[in-house]
């Protein structure tokens, strides 16, 4: 189950460019945002996790197909 709860947040951080936006200024935080929506993961994972290069998940990002991207909308209120 914990593998899958990984794979959640990896996907998450590619195709979400909110949530990318704040773990690349708090990865910790943006990490902790996800356990508290009942994403359960160990100490290793949310450090291994918090150890991921924004710059490269974003670059991975632009790659993916927007189709398939949650993109930021300016005045959405967040």
């Known amino acids: 189950m914990s593998h899958r709860n ?3 947040v990896i996907g998450r951080l590619v ?10 200024q ?4 943006a990490l902790d945002e996800v356990a508290g929506c009942g994403i359960e993961l160990t100490c290793l994972e949310l450090q291994a996790l918090a150890s991921i290069d924004p710059r490269l998940a974003a670059r991975f990002a632009e790659a993916l197909d927007p189709r398939i991207q949650k993109i930021r909308v300016p005045g959405d209120g967040q």
Not at 26 to 29: F, G, V
């Open 26 to 29: 708090d990865a910790r935080a």
């Open 6 to 8: 990984v794979m959640q």
């Open 15 to 24: 195709t979400d460019e909110e949530f990318r936006s704040r773990f690349a």
